[in-house]
């Protein structure tokens, strides 16, 4: 999986969880769960909408490396099954 | 026979939206059976019917308003309506065509239908092989819950409440509309979308409508309510909030009692679990914080309860409210139904259910009407504690805070631990903040041993 395509699947999650905010509008440093007001059962569904689509669980150990959309998508990438299988 | 009238769905109710029927006339219903969706000012909710019968009569079309108590439809003993009644009684009659799935009632078939059942696969008890209404609920156990495949026709089309009501507003069938959302679902933008491809060819049409004549309003078939756009769908909310806050600050005398809980048990321990679990089995504090308050509700049951007629009526079971936010704004309140029984995968389970069907779906009514008391809790982003404002005819609420990591001084050691600042907003006509007092050192005794929750 490449970048462009952990965004798109991050960009699908999000819009389904949140479809009234637009990710474009979010920046890609910033805490998006803050920004996007998402709550504990929000980034859960968030997680296993990423496992579905991506492959990749992100393990809830994990869940303070993934705080922002930018390092959320480099663990998609870093994490997925092609990266590490290749 | 009887008359099915729009109920109310909380104290704060005074009227209602019929949003949209699950049954016609001739339709076979049972007591319990869901009938109609309504739309308070809140969310959209499943009404089911009291009695037995048959659908006679429906008085109200899909759209209208109507005050709480108004008679929405009538229903007959089922003699009333033997012409409809008639096909159903000649098909098991017939063994020769042993394909055919029998089925018992219309509301059979559209209860499989919207559990995404097909019908011929059901395993039918009744006579003749007949499929009944407990077989398909059976079946619907069976199923795994979410069905979000590819809509079956005629199945009820899964749509946001706010898209709902745009359609509702627009005149658009919400079934017409593609959806483009998660698992098909329609989103508001759609419903503009639809509008937006009605208007645009229908236009020199409304035209020559216009130069034509005065004489004819377009087909208002569609009682649009009053408030139509999405500003003012909010300002009903805030209304009905209002009010119903109004009533609770106005009659019920409020004391409040807080205490700081150290949550480091019950979060190593949970954090334990959900590392030998899957995503989708996950567990997330509140749902810890949830069943404790349930369990702590049990212990003092002065708290659990309705003030109703100067007195207090306590209940047996705990239907626990969850405060739900809505987005952009808004705030319902549906409850997790016997919350102190189930277990915590259950009740984890039910969380999720009730969340995602405040803001996206459709509650039922007893979530809406049977709370017995509710929690506030404030999640990841929100602030340390909450006083928080009783739901009447409740008698108490459960304010929970963001879990914050503290100094924390135990056995004379000083430590890191994340901690949660629960507050108990108590009714002073109930109670005194001796049982709010005993309501938190309660709760806090049992998030320490996590584990038998």
Same mark, same amino acid.
């Given at each position: 999986?490449?970048?462009?395509?952990?965004?798109?699947?991050?960009?699908?999650?999000?819009?389904?969880?949140?479809?009234?905010?637009?990710?474009?509008?979010?920046?890609?440093?910033?805490?998006?769960?803050?920004?996007?007001?998402?709550?504990?059962?929000?980034?859960?569904?968030?997680?296993?909408?990423?496992?579905?689509?991506?492959?990749?669980?992100?393990?809830?150990?994990?869940?303070?490396?993934?705080?922002?959309?930018?390092?959320?998508?480099?663990?998609?990438?870093?994490?997925?099954?092609?990266?590490?299988?290749? | 026979?009887?008359?099915?009238?729009?109920?109310?769905?909380?104290?704060?109710?005074?009227?209602?939206?019929?949003?949209?029927?699950?049954?016609?006339?001739?339709?076979?219903?049972?007591?319990?059976?869901?009938?109609?969706?309504?739309?308070?000012?809140?969310?959209?909710?499943?009404?089911?019917?009291?009695?037995?019968?048959?659908?006679?009569?429906?008085?109200?079309?899909?759209?209208?308003?109507?005050?709480?108590?108004?008679?929405?439809? /009538?229903?007959?003993?089922?003699?009333?309506?033997?012409?409809?009644?008639?096909?159903?009684?000649?098909?098991?009659?017939? +063994?020769?065509?042993?394909?055919?799935?029998?089925?018992?009632?219309?509301?059979?078939?559209?209860?499989?239908?919207?559990?995404?059942?097909?019908?011929?696969?059901?395993?039918?008890?009744?006579?003749?092989?007949?499929?009944?209404?407990?077989?398909?609920?059976?079946?619907?156990?069976?199923?795994?819950?979410?069905?979000?495949?590819?809509?079956?026709?005629?199945?009820?089309?899964?749509?946001?409440?706010?898209?709902?009501?745009?359609?509702?507003?627009?005149?658009?069938?919400?079934?017409?509309?593609?959806?483009?959302?998660?698992?098909?679902?329609?989103?508001?933008?759609?419903?503009?979308?639809?509008?937006?491809?009605?208007?645009?060819?229908?236009?020199?049409?409304?035209?020559?409508?216009?130069?034509?004549? +005065?004489?004819?309003?377009?087909?208002?078939?569609?009682?649009?309510?009053?408030?139509?756009?999405?500003?003012?769908?909010?300002?009903?909310?805030?209304?009905?909030?209002?009010?119903?806050?109004?009533?609770?600050?106005?009659?019920?005398?409020?004391?409040?009692?807080?205490?700081?809980?150290?949550?480091?048990?019950?979060?190593?321990?949970? /954090?334990?679990?959900?590392?030998?679990?899957?995503?989708?089995?996950?567990?997330?504090?509140?749902?810890?914080?949830?069943?404790?308050?349930?369990?702590?509700?049990?212990?003092?049951?002065?708290?659990?309860?309705?003030?109703?007629?100067?007195?207090?009526?306590?209940?047996?079971?705990?239907?626990?409210?969850?405060?739900?936010?809505?987005?952009?704004?808004?705030?319902?309140?549906?409850?997790?139904?016997?919350?102190?029984?189930?277990?915590?995968?259950?009740?984890?389970?039910?969380?999720?259910?009730?969340?995602?069907?405040?803001?996206?779906?459709?509650?039922?009514?007893?979530?809406?009407?049977?709370?017995?008391?509710?929690?506030?809790?404030?999640?990841?982003?929100?602030?340390?504690?909450?006083?928080?404002?009783?739901? +009447?005819?409740?008698?108490?609420?459960?304010?929970?805070?963001?879990?914050?990591?503290? +100094?924390?001084?135990?056995?004379?050691?000083?430590?890191?631990?994340?901690?949660?600042?629960?507050?108990?907003?108590?009714?002073?006509?109930?109670?005194?903040?001796?049982?709010?007092?005993?309501?938190?050192?309660?709760?806090?005794?049992?998030?320490?041993?996590?584990?038998?929750?």
């Amino acid at each position: 999986m490449n970048p462009t395509e952990a965004t798109a699947a991050v960009a699908a999650a999000l819009g389904s969880i949140a479809p009234e905010v637009d990710i474009a509008t979010v920046d890609g440093d910033a805490p998006f769960r803050e920004e996007m007001d998402l709550d504990s059962l929000d980034f859960l569904n968030l997680v296993e909408l990423l496992h579905d689509s991506t492959g990749v669980e992100i393990r809830e150990d994990d869940y303070a490396r993934v705080g922002s959309l930018t390092t959320l998508v480099d663990y998609l990438v870093s994490h997925s099954p092609v990266a590490t299988g290749a | 026979m009887g008359e099915f009238v729009m109920p109310s769905l909380g104290a704060d109710m005074t009227e209602g939206t019929l949003l949209e029927w699950l049954v016609k006339p001739g339709d076979e219903v049972h007591r319990g059976d869901i009938v109609a969706v309504v739309d308070t000012d809140k969310a959209a909710i499943e009404v089911e019917c009291f009695e037995d019968g048959v659908v006679a009569e429906l008085l109200v079309p899909p759209g209208t308003r109507v005050p709480v108590g108004a008679p929405l439809a /009538r229903f007959g003993d089922g003699a009333a309506a033997p012409a409809v009644a008639a096909p159903t009684p000649a098909a098991p009659a017939a +063994p020769a065509a042993p394909a055919a799935p029998a089925v018992a009632s219309p509301l059979v078939r559209h209860l499989a239908h919207t559990a995404g059942i097909d019908v011929s696969t059901v395993n039918g008890t009744g006579p003749d092989g007949v499929v009944t209404r407990a077989d398909v609920e059976a079946a619907r156990v069976a199923v795994p819950l979410p069905r979000p495949d590819t809509a079956a026709p005629g199945r009820r089309v899964p749509a946001s409440p706010l898209a709902r009501r745009r359609a509702l507003d627009l005149g658009i069938a919400i079934d017409t509309v593609a959806g483009s959302g998660p698992n098909g679902s329609v989103t508001v933008a759609d419903v503009d979308a639809a509008a937006a491809a009605r208007n645009a060819p229908s236009t020199p049409e409304a035209e020559a409508t216009h130069a034509e004549a +005065p004489q004819q309003p377009p087909t208002p078939t569609v009682t649009v309510p009053a408030e139509t756009s999405a500003a003012d769908r909010n300002a009903a909310m805030r209304r009905a909030i209002g009010e119903l806050m109004a009533r609770s600050k106005r009659e019920i005398p409020h004391y409040y009692v807080t205490t700081t809980i150290d949550l480091s048990a019950a979060l190593s321990w949970m /954090r334990d679990v959900n590392t030998r679990r899957p995503v989708s089995e996950r567990l997330v504090p509140a749902a810890l914080l949830l069943k404790a308050s349930a369990l702590a509700a049990r212990a003092v049951p002065e708290l659990n309860g309705f003030w109703v007629d100067d007195h207090l009526e306590r209940c047996d079971h705990v239907h626990l409210g969850v405060a739900v936010s809505l987005r952009p704004s808004g705030l319902v309140a549906p409850a997790i139904l016997d919350a102190d029984i189930l277990d915590l995968d259950t009740l984890m389970k039910g969380l999720r259910d009730v969340v995602t069907r405040a803001r996206s779906g459709r509650l039922r009514r007893t979530e809406m009407t049977d709370g017995t008391l509710t929690v506030t809790n404030l999640g990841d982003n929100g602030a340390e504690s909450v006083l928080g404002v009783i739901f +009447p005819p409740q008698v108490a609420l459960v304010g929970l805070g963001r879990i914050v990591e503290r +100094p924390w001084a135990s056995g004379g050691m000083l430590a890191a631990r994340p901690t949660v600042t629960a507050t108990l907003s108590g009714d002073h006509r109930a109670t005194d903040g001796h049982a709010g007092s005993r309501y938190l050192a309660a709760l806090d005794d049992l998030l320490q041993s996590p584990e038998k929750l």
